[in-house]
């Protein structure tokens, strides 16, 4: 069986192993001349910095299944106990995020009355028509307005780059819809799970297990993944048309100035939406348009290095996000030498700080030099940090993170359904279930065993 993938990042890395692995004659077609996507790690001056994505949670199988399947458990790196600590900026400080209830009552991110109304959540009835929402209209519904400012709000810029008053609940964040769906509440599906779990809870502070990357970051993976596929994957080369022929995929590609082509069994899709948009224009119409519906935020990531003495802050923590609320130019950021000390050198620290997002698309646009001006001047006013780096490192994504807006998970049945209903078409990225680390290697294990069966 032939298979051909289209797009090199870790969905289409993951889904052409585990074909391969199965079997399958596998080639992958990857327009850039590294494969990883967004994902890539940059080594410079003794720093380790992740262009986008820092690790995983372990909390779920995914990508814990693919790193034992390649046989590079040994270069796993779990977080250090800093990271369980996460801050909110509000009011001009800032603010712990409550690890547990008690801590919760006694903390200053919310107010009484915030506290109160939250708490009346066990009260609220809950939705029943299956209609999507967007996740400020079901935190209003549920858990309240304050709650949504300071609570919500940055969680969903920290994740997505996004903006709740847009995005899709049931999409974006699927166990909280489901948790009112089963149990009737957030806070009674939250209870009912502990007891399940006999009492074992993640807590607000470590959601879904512990954050895990690689010794030498996320490229570990990426280098791996690469490895194992060899010969068979192409990068540097552009997939310049594709068409249904019978039951084969026509895939035309060019390479090194000359043009190629091959007849497949199966196509993956493993490129940005957007892209597969204009791969199909000439497949099918309504697919084609569909894909271009999904959006994407435009985010920029300024890494800075730092010594540590005098800095101002002892970065004791995972990082800070801010609300949209207070009105400042950066969505937040992350300690990353304090979550995963090997990432600076002895005496220094490596800060990314996160600048546009859906909240304010137009900053993630500007030149590096005012991303970084901007950047120093908001850690100065947040965690009174004088030093001047001494490391820079700039990452623009103009379209950087899916933003999974109202009604995504239906425009996505869609597109899968006629994916099978052309023949043999399928879909991996994060484009669709899931942004994250592991639900790009879930969604990747899934499809290789739907084609390998």
């Known amino acids: 069986m032939k298979v051909c993938v289209v797009g090199a990042g870790v969905s289409g890395l993951s889904v052409a192993f585990y074909l391969k692995r199965g079997g399958a004659d596998v080639t992958v077609l990857e327009r850039e001349e590294r494969p990883g996507g967004k994902m890539r790690t940059v080594y410079e001056k003794g720093y380790i910095v992740e262009t986008g994505p820092n690790g995983f949670l372990d909390g779920k199988p995914y990508t814990l299944n693919l790193v034992k399947a390649l046989g590079i458990e040994d270069k796993l790196y779990r977080s250090s106990d800093k990271s369980r600590k996460r801050f909110i900026y509000t009011n001009g400080r800032l603010v712990r995020l409550p690890e547990n209830p008690i801590a919760f009552l006694s903390s200053y991110l919310l107010s009484w009355k915030g506290k109160l109304r939250l708490v009346g959540e066990l009260f609220v009835p809950p939705k029943r028509d299956l209609s999507d929402e967007t996740l400020a209209d079901f935190a209003r519904r549920r858990i309240g307005e304050e709650a949504l400012e300071k609570l919500l709000d940055p969680m969903v810029a920290g994740i997505f780059a996004g903006d709740p008053e847009r995005m899709s ?78 039951k084969y995929w026509v895939v035309t590609w060019r390479e090194g100035g000359e043009e190629k082509s091959d007849e497949f069994e199966h196509l993956i899709l493993s490129t ?10 000439s497949v099918n119409e309504e697919l084609s348009h569909l894909l271009s519906q999904i959006e994407y935020s435009p985010i920029s990531v300024v890494a800075l290095g730092f010594q540590s003495k005098g800095l101002g802050h002892d970065l004791d923590g995972f990082g800070f996000l801010i609300p949209k609320s207070e009105g400042r130019k950066i969505l937040g950021a992350l300690w990353d030498s304090s979550v995963f000390p090997n990432r600076a050198p002895e005496g220094k620290v490596l800060i990314r700080v996160m600048v546009g997002g859906a909240r304010q698309p137009e900053l993630a646009g500007l030149s590096e030099e005012e991303l970084v001006e901007i950047s120093l ?62 639900d790009c290697t879930k969604l990747a294990e899934e499809t290789a065993k739907e084609i390998l069966e």
């Open 272 to 281: 940005p939406a957007y892209s597969a948009s204009e791969l199909l224009k």
């Open 377 to 438: 001047k908001e850690l100065r006013r947040i965690m009174k940090i004088r030093h001047y780096p001494e490391f820079i490192k700039v990452f623009k994504h103009e379209k950087g993170i899916p933003h999974y807006s109202l009604g995504h998970s239906e425009r996505v049945d869609r597109i899968f359904e006629l994916g099978r209903r052309i023949g043999n078409l399928h879909f991996c990225s994060n484009a669709y279930r899931g942004v994250g680390v592991n």
């Open 169 to 246: 609940l049931k999409a974006s964040f699927p166990a909280i819809y489901q948790l009112e769906k089963k149990y009737g509440g957030l806070i009674k599906g939250l209870i009912a799970k502990m007891k399940e779990s006999k009492g074992s809870s993640s807590g607000p502070a470590g959601p879904g297990g512990v954050l895990t990357s690689f010794v030498g970051g996320v490229s570990d993976l990426i280098n791996a993944l690469s490895e194992k596929l060899g010969n068979d994957l192409k990068t540097g080369v552009s997939t310049e048309n594709i068409e249904k022929r019978g």
